[in-house]
């Protein structure tokens, strides 16, 4: 089953009938994409939620940041916006009862983990290569409270991903290493891989590898 509409202003599809929730933040473009090398990957039932995001640079920034790049736009800092956006999606199309996670990749990755912060929609957080580079997160993360909620996080990199010569994403590994420490001792339960190449290398499969997890994980426990 599959059903596409426009919410907000916002393009979303919905996968499914029963089983965990994956909230996917995502280019229109790969709806179709996601959806398939998940259900390849994925033999227990799951229900998937993508929603579009338009302005990755602005949507997904959970404040200012000038770009990393000529040619690029700076972040705009408009992440709790969308995050409403989402939660009013969320609260429509997802009935209760069902664990729902949220994933992303890149910086809806990190978006994913901002939500985390700000809302108690979700169980669980995939973030695939997370953009968390992004200037004064890892102090964000200290200086706030996760939402309760939230039991389990996924996080993943590409092993190459920081051997680049931007000083700013070179703390992209530091940085994510750092909060599978942070979060493991606050007694979350969490997981982190490393994946082979550099940041735009099977953006998909390492994206949905985590929802996998986190279905899987959810389903062995049997906790929700």
């Known amino acids: ?99 729902v996670l949220i994933a992303g990749y890149s910086l809806a990755g990190l978006f994913a983990l901002y939500s985390a912060y700000n809302t108690d929609l979700f169980k669980g957080v995939v973030s695939a290569s997370g953009s968390l580079w992004f200037p004064h997160f890892i102090d964000y993360t200290k200086n706030n409270k996760l939402a309760p909620s939230l039991k389990d996080i996924y996080l993943s990199l590409g092993d190459k991903e920081s051997h680049v010569k931007n000083t700013q994403l070179q703390t992209t590994e530091t940085n994510t290493l750092f909060l599978y420490e942070y979060y493991k001792s606050l007694g979350l339960n969490i997981f982190f891989e490393f994946n082979e190449g550099n940041h735009f290398k099977d953006s998909t499969l390492r994206l949905t590898k985590g929802i996998k997890w986190m279905i899987d994980n959810w389903s062995e426990k049997n906790r929700y």
Request: hydrophobic share 40%.
């Open 1 to 99: 089953m599959k059903k596409e509409m426009t919410i907000f202003d916002i393009d979303v599809a919905l996968f499914g009938k029963e089983g965990p929730c994956a909230v996917v933040i995502s280019a229109k473009e790969d709806f179709d994409i996601i959806f398939k090398t998940l259900k390849d990957l994925e033999e227990k039932p799951f229900r998937l939620l993508l929603i579009e995001v338009k302005d990755w640079n602005d949507d997904l920034s959970p404040w200012y940041a000038k770009k990393l790049f000529k040619g690029d736009k700076d972040c705009g800092g408009h992440a709790d916006e969308y995050l409403e956006k989402v939660k009013m999606i969320c609260n429509e199309l997802i009935e209760d009862g069902f664990e």
